[in-house]
């Protein structure tokens, strides 16, 4: 489903951020992505959906080149979800306004449409009873969970997260976990930045592991976390873990 | 002190009046919409968007409005072939002139929406546009507000300036009763208490917005 050839992306000529990243992410499958903090697994997300222009290699979503010419990159950002560490709820307005802007912008669905599924998506984060109040006026969870529906609005064949639960209180980072795993369960595919490892552990198929850059281990789960190839995995998953 | 000489003359003076405040309203309206256009070209990345707008805005910043105003009254004529009122000129000169100060306004309300709200207009599929118009411009719009207010008494203070195409806005009349009567004390002195009233009236109706608008952000 998302096929990443040589990849390599640089802010400007000092800064090169990703070094010729491969991965294949099949249709359905969780992945999780890790490493130490400025590794460009945020700068890797963006590049999936064309919000980071990257200047080698290129990036096919269902075979279609991200970065192509004749792409409609707009179409197909519809397609692909993003959840992001600080909500980034539209501040102005509430709650079923921020969930209803795209479907009705975007897709083109009547406002009537929208609002039913949107009231729907909120039932299913459990917080149908905020759809009339301001982001302001939710707890972080509760604002998360809002942003994760406001992306299944479009009926994403992929969601991306960049480490959702980071911002978050520690009590509130279970209800945004839950969730995220029942969406799994749905068999979307979904391509998660997050260091939750009990999470990665239960619901990622394959573990990203990048640094400076580069992808120095992509295995299934398992074998990710029992025996893990390189040295710097083993440091990072040692403390990670403590 | 002959206060008599306002009431004589209260008509003439306060529909020089009326045209500074539709000479305002126009100022203002146009230029904030023409400024938001060109404050948003000015953050476009595409060169043929940046590049002439950049150079519209430095230029007229560079100039004196007194000027523009001149030059839009003299010269739309000789390029048109056709003659233009004085308020049209003025109403002209105005916008094509605020609009460049109004869009360094907006340029720095856009700004200081965070970046992270754009990738969300822009993640969720909306155009570059959309997520201007629905999700940037909005939020942009309610920092911009004290700066609006301040700027548009500022414009509402120079329309005077219209008297030197001969537009009988009502500074100008206010100096055509006294070229008359020969009463400048009076009639200056009630000039300059006009000014205050209108002008402390848009600062405080802009500090109240702003208040209004804290109270929503907590
Ligand atoms: N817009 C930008 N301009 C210049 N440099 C940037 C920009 N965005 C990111 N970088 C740099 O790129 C590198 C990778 O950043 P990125 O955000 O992708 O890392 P990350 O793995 O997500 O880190 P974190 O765990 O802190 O979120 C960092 O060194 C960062 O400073
Ligand atoms: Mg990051």
Redesign the pocket.
């Known amino acids: 489903m998302i096929e990443i050839e040589n990849v390599s992306l640089w802010?400007s000529k000092q800064?090169r951020?990703l070094f010729n990243i491969d991965a294949c992410i099949g249709h359905g499958r969780k992945v999780v992505i890790c490493?130490p903090?400025?590794?460009?697994?945020?700068?890797l997300l963006r590049c999936i959906n064309g919000l980071e222009s990257f200047q080698e290699g290129r990036i096919l979503v269902d075979g279609i080149s991200v970065l192509a010419k004749q792409t409609d990159i707009h179409e197909l950002r519809a397609g692909i979800g993003m959840v992001f560490q600080h909500f980034e709820l539209y501040p102005h307005m509430t709650v079923l306004q921020n969930i209803t802007l795209a479907p009705v912008r975007v897709r083109r669905k009547s406002l009537a449409d929208a609002e039913t599924h949107a009231r729907r998506l909120l039932e299913r984060v459990g917080i149908q009873e905020h759809a009339a109040n301001y982001p302001e006026e939710l707890s972080g969870g509760q604002q998360q969970r809002v942003a994760i529906a406001r992306a299944l609005a479009m009926e994403p064949k992929l969601m991306l997260f960049d480490?959702p639960t980071s911002a978050l209180d520690p009590e509130m980072i279970q209800e945004v976990l839950d969730v995220m795993t029942d969406l799994a369960k749905e068999g979307m595919t979904m391509v998660l930045?997050t260091h939750e490892m009990g999470f990665a552990r239960e619901v990622a198929d394959e573990i990203i592991f990048m640094d400076k850059g580069r992808i120095l281990e992509h295995a299934d789960t398992a074998s990710f976390f029992d025996n893990p190839r390189h040295d710097r995995t083993r440091q990072f998953l040692s403390r990670i873990l403590r | 002190m002959d206060v008599d000489v306002i009431v004589r003359n209260a008509p003439f003076i306060f529909g020089g009046l009326y045209l500074t405040a539709q000479l305002a309203v126009f100022a203002i309206g146009g230029g904030l919409v023409l400024g938001i256009l060109l404050g948003a070209a000015r953050l476009s990345r595409q060169p043929w968007l940046y590049y002439p707008v950049s150079a519209y805005v430095h230029f007229f910043r560079g100039l004196p409005l007194l000027l523009v105003i001149f030059w839009l009254y003299f010269l739309i004529p000789v390029i048109t072939g056709r003659s233009l009122n004085e308020f049209a000129a003025a109403v002209i000169a105005f916008i094509v002139y605020e609009a460049a100060y109004f869009s360094e306004i907006v340029r720095a309300g856009i700004q200081s929406v965070s970046k992270g709200q754009r990738m969300a207009g822009l993640s969720s599929g909306l155009t570059g546009v959309q997520t201007l118009r629905h999700v940037i411009l909005p939020q942009a719009l309610r920092t911009m507000v004290p700066s609006l207010v301040t700027h548009s008494v500022v414009i509402f203070q120079d329309t005077s300036l219209a008297y030197v195409i001969g537009l009988r806005e009502f500074l100008r009349r206010v100096n055509l009763v006294d070229a008359r009567e020969a009463r400048s004390l009076e009639l200056y002195l009630f000039a300059g208490l006009v000014y205050f009233i209108l002008c402390s009236a848009g600062t405080f109706t802009g500090k109240r917005l702003e208040r209004k608008n804290r109270e929503r952000k907590v």
Do not use: A, D, L
């Open positions: 802010y800064t951020v490493g903090s400025g590794s460009g697994k945020s700068s480490e930045v």
